[in-house]
């Protein structure tokens, strides 16, 4: 199985700041067939279901703000708030699905400063 | 509009058995790989389980295998999970998922199993 490990595990930003979440993967998620990192980022906020904000390691989803970003290749990936508001409190994973069982890192938990 | 609603969640004891539903409607199911995901309280996200689109494709996480049974119904635009032998790790809100090949890009509302004496 891949294992997907998140650093840190929190983060306290000030509002306006900028926020980096860190995943890395066991192994290479870069498809050779495909050139496409197969690594998803989810915001997850308490008693709501999880919402895709960035998918294939860097293309946005439709409607999320452009403040979020995805980047990295093969087996280190970055999740950065640019400037982190108020709304972006929440656990924040990344999850691979290069291959079954499907996993998510740990998740890293966002609060304001 | 799209939705997942989630139904079948409750309490039950240990080594008893659940049926979670997942009604989907605003998109083709048909088309949709399906998915079922976790989150114990105080735990992260944990995938369980998906399907693919004829169902000719089952994958599970190994903490289930032997116990959880995941199906889905074209003709009713449904998802199921059944949930035999449950243990209290199996304390969890489950979510429904769908999207292309292993992704999941809707997500419906979660239901509350509890497994407790």
């Known amino acids: 199985d891949i294992v997907m490990t998140q650093s840190p595990d929190s983060l306290a930003v000030s509002l306006g700041e900028r926020a980096t979440i860190n995943c890395k993967s066991s192994q290479s998620l870069l498809s050779s067939s495909t050139n496409k990192n197969y690594l998803d980022w989810y915001q997850h906020k308490s008693g709501q279901p999880p919402k895709v904000l960035i998918s294939w390691a860097s293309t946005r989803q439709s409607g999320v703000p452009d403040r979020f970003s995805g980047s990295g290749s093969g087996t280190d990936f970055t999740l950065t708030i640019s400037s982190l508001q108020a709304e972006d409190v929440a656990v924040y994973y990344c999850?691979?699905?290069?291959?079954?069982?499907?996993?998510f890192g740990g998740g890293t938990k966002v609060e304001i400063k | 509009e799209v939705q997942l609603v989630v139904s079948g969640g409750g309490l039950v004891q240990p080594g008893g058995s659940l049926r979670l539903s997942c009604a989907a409607s605003g998109f083709t199911f048909s088309t949709y790989w399906m998915t079922w995901v976790r989150q114990a309280p105080g735990k992260g996200l944990e995938w369980v389980a998906n399907?693919?689109?004829?169902?000719?494709?089952?994958n599970y996480v190994d903490s289930v295998k032997g116990r959880f049974s995941i199906s889905r119904d074209n003709a009713k635009n449904s998802l199921y999970l059944q949930m035999n032998g449950l243990k209290a790790e199996d304390t969890a809100f489950y979510y429904c998922?769908?999207?292309?090949?292993?992704?999941?890009?809707?997500w419906g509302q979660g239901t509350l199993v509890t497994v407790s004496s």
């Open positions: 998922g769908g999207g292309g090949g292993y992704r999941s890009d809707l």
């Open positions: 999850q691979q699905y290069f291959s079954a069982p499907l996993t």
């Open positions: 399907i693919r689109q004829d169902g000719g494709e089952i």
